[in-house]
């Protein structure tokens, strides 16, 4: 039998065939297959160097044509958006974005998506990606994007609060945070990286991407590991709310921490859109491991 072939697809391509459209559709599948327990559970191997690390995550994604998936990603720092339509107000107009680098762009264009933001602040300790940020953006998404050095107050005015940093430390304190506030954490996704007031997690309704993960490599890790909270009191994970297993905001005056540290099977269900989607079209280049 001849062996698979691996088609091999350049930046270009993936993204002239998977819209961002198509990208949060499909990750809201994944979620909603993980939360009915239909997506095996998969750990993380990684490695650390003096100034940044290597990971690599695997998933299954079972489905009528099987896909494994295997992502390897190095993060050395000079180098997601279904929780806000689950857990953040429908009428969410206000959002802070803590940290303007890749992710935050990334970030922004999906959570913009799924909700009619009018106002952005946009906080950096590098002043300088946030005005960058502020330009880009404004001009794409045709957004009021502020830059701003009063993260205390943007937090307190916002409905939405979003960390994409590579901190170390947290500074979303829990006396800044009105109630009724959504922040999706999403920078701190290894051990060492801190975003969020352990006391703030203690309080609130944490849902996990991956309880797991959260609780080891997330910042929910901080506030168990302070003795604040047990991993039994985690809310839920993603996958069950968009599932219909547990409810999602009830009430506006809830606090949800979605505690994003980034799953395999998200980057497997994208990959696969993309390859079937490249299929059809006909594009990218066939190349043999094993000739
Ligand atoms: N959870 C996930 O699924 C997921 C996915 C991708 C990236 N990440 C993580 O998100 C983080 C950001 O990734 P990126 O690619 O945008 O990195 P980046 O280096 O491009 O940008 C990070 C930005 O954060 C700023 N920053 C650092 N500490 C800060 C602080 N205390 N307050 C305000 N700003 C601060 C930096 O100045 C920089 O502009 C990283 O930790 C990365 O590992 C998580």
Redesign the pocket.
Same mark, same amino acid.
């Given at each position: 039998m001849q062996p698979e072939r691996t088609l091999l697809l350049r930046r270009s391509e993936i993204e002239d065939v998977l819209s961002l459209r198509d990208c949060i559709d499909a990750v809201e599948e994944v979620f909603r297959l993980q939360g009915h327990g239909k997506i095996p559970s998969s750990e993380i191997l990684g490695v650390k160097a003096p100034n940044g690390g290597l990971h690599v995550k695997a998933a299954l994604l079972p489905r009528s044509r099987s896909y494994i998936v295997a992502k390897l990603n190095t *993060?050395f720092?000079v *180098?997601?958006t279904q929780s806000a339509k689950y857990l953040a107000r429908k009428n969410s107009s206000v959002a802070t974005i803590?940290? /303007? @680098? @890749?992710?935050?762009r990334a970030q922004l264009r999906a959570i913009h998506s799924v909700l009619a933001l009018k106002k952005i602040h946009a %906080? &950096?300790?590098?002043e300088g990606?946030a005005k960058n940020l502020a330009v880009d953006l404004s001009r794409e998404l045709k957004l009021d994007i502020e830059p701003t050095r009063d993260l205390p107050t943007a937090i307190q005015k916002s409905d939405v609060c979003v960390t /994409?940093?590579?901190?170390t430390e947290f %500074?979303v304190r829990k006396e800044d945070v009105a109630s009724g506030t959504f922040i999706a954490a999403?920078?701190a &996704?290894d051990a060492h990286?801190q975003e969020i007031d352990p006391a703030l997690i203690a309080t609130a309704k944490v849902v996990a991407d991956s309880l797991e993960q959260s609780c080891t490599i997330g910042d929910t890790r901080h506030a168990i590991g302070n003795g604040l909270m047990r991993k039994e009191d985690v809310y839920a994970e993603l996958g069950e709310i968009v599932a219909g297993r547990k409810s999602g905001r009830t009430t506006g005056g809830e606090i949800f921490i979605f505690d994003?540290? @980034?799953v395999a099977m998200e980057d497997a269900v994208a990959a696969a859109a993309v390859y079937e989607k490249a299929r059809t079209a006909g594009i990218g280049t066939f190349f043999q491991f094993a000739a």
């Open positions: *993060n720092p *180098n997601r803590c940290g /303007c @680098g @890749g992710q935050a %906080f &950096d300790l590098n990606a /994409c940093t590579t901190s %500074f999403v920078g &996704d990286k994003s540290t @980034g």
